[in-house]
């Protein structure tokens, strides 16, 4: 299996622009989740999602952040508009449904808005 | 309640010493405790994890040392490496509602050839 594919791996975007960022989940994974990176916060947890549903997205920031699965292969994150602020490395994860297993990381997308 | 506190921030240990890090957690309620290994420009990637119904895990030379009635449980890497210089982040959660972790805030070790 290839692991968990994120795209793009870097973005480059001005202040007010839209950004989507994508993810492809490890194949039979139920779970699918997206973090946010950054010195100052760490590993933020934005929303998740079990079978193409969103369960938390008590992570995400504000109305500019959403987060969409229309299928077990893809989920997107949108950021519109985009802030300064929003610079940060973005991950994506899955995982089995299976209690006590592993959370794969993807490569994350290196987002920055000038 | 769902805070896991970890320290230090950053560790620097010589090559072959042995690497601590230490994390604290609040909801009594957890029952799952990994560990995940981040190298620059990489995601996070499970390093170890443990139970609450063992006090001590051990994977070669990466040891999880757990306290339940202190809340508490620890990293300890034996005759640290270089290539051992990463960020190291202890997480928690609660596997049978729900397959959400609780990260802590990350130390940033390096070890000195």
């Known amino acids: 299996d290839a692991g968990v594919i994120q795209s793009p791996r870097h973005e480059v975007t001005e202040m007010g622009q839209e950004v989507t960022l994508r993810c492809k989940p490890i194949?039979?994974?139920?779970?699918l989740f997206w973090y946010r990176q950054t010195m100052m916060r760490g590993l933020e947890l934005l929303i998740y999602?079990?079978?193409?549903?969103?369960?938390?997205d008590s992570g995400m920031p504000e109305d500019r952040f959403s987060a969409k699965m229309p299928n077990a292969s893809f989920s997107t994150l949108k950021i519109q508009p985009s802030e300064p602020r929003d610079s940060a490395v973005y991950f994506c994860?899955?995982?089995?449904?299976?209690?006590?297993?592993?959370?794969?990381f993807g490569p994350g997308t290196r987002l920055t808005v000038l | 309640q769902q805070q896991v506190k970890q320290s230090p921030q950053s560790l620097i240990v010589q090559k072959g010493g042995i690497s601590i890090i230490n994390c604290a957690y609040e909801?009594?309620?957890?029952?799952?405790f990994p560990w995940y290994q981040q190298f620059p420009g990489k995601g996070p990637a499970l390093l170890i994890a443990?139970?609450?119904?063992?006090s001590e895990k051990k994977e070669g030379r990466f040891t999880i040392s757990f306290n339940k009635s202190a809340k508490q449980f620890s990293l300890h890497i034996m005759d640290s490496q270089p290539g051992d210089s990463a960020t190291y982040f202890c997480?928690?959660?609660?596997?049978?509602?729900?397959?959400?972790?609780?990260f802590g805030e990350g130390t940033q070790l390096t070890v000195n050839p």
């Open positions: 994860a899955s995982r089995t449904g299976l209690s006590y297993n592993e959370q794969f």
């Open positions: 194949s039979g994974h139920d779970y």
């Open positions: 999602f079990n079978n193409n549903v969103p369960i938390d």
């Open positions: 909801n009594t309620a957890f029952d799952y």
């Open positions: 443990i139970r609450p119904d063992v």
């Open positions: 997480a928690a959660s609660k596997e049978t509602s729900g397959s959400r972790l609780t």
